[in-house]
């Protein structure tokens, strides 16, 4: 088990970059699968972003690929997500989750991760 801490959410306006960051405990970080989650208002929980244990393999979702920007350092046992050209529709809680290695389309899948943060709000104004 792991635990995870979801920070460096906010306000921020349409066009705006932020970077959140999810740090884990234990000193087992490079063996888990990190995934970013996210929930709007009134919305199911969606897949945003996912890395494998060594950071090589990325995935995205179709709605934040070209904008986000997944990426781990396991010396720190820290996951990001880097933020790009925000849209007042990216308004959601995002979460970070852990897991055993997975593959597409397993790694998008909620279910799949045991471990799973208290998120960190992120609000884009238009």
């Known amino acids: 088990q792991v635990q995870l801490v979801e920070s460096g959410g906010g306000l921020v306006q349409a066009g705006g970059s932020l970077r959140l960051s999810c740090a884990a405990s234990g000193r087992t970080f490079s063996s888990y699968a990190m995934g970013w989650f996210r929930q709007g208002p009134g919305k199911e929980r969606e897949f945003v972003a996912a890395?494998?244990?060594?950071?090589?393999?990325?995935y995205y979702a179709d709605s934040v690929k070209d904008r986000f920007t997944i990426s781990r350092a396991n010396d720190k046992n820290t996951a990001y997500l880097q933020m790009n050209s925000l849209k007042p529709e990216d308004t959601a809680l995002y979460t970070c989750?852990?897991?055993?290695?997975?593959?597409?389309?397993?790694?998008?899948?909620?279910?799949?991760?045991?471990?799973w943060g208290q998120g960190t709000q992120v609000t884009v104004s238009s």
């Open positions: 989750a852990a897991s055993r290695p997975l593959a597409w389309p397993e790694v998008a899948n909620g279910l799949k991760y045991d471990d």
């Open positions: 890395v494998s244990r060594d950071g090589g393999t990325t």
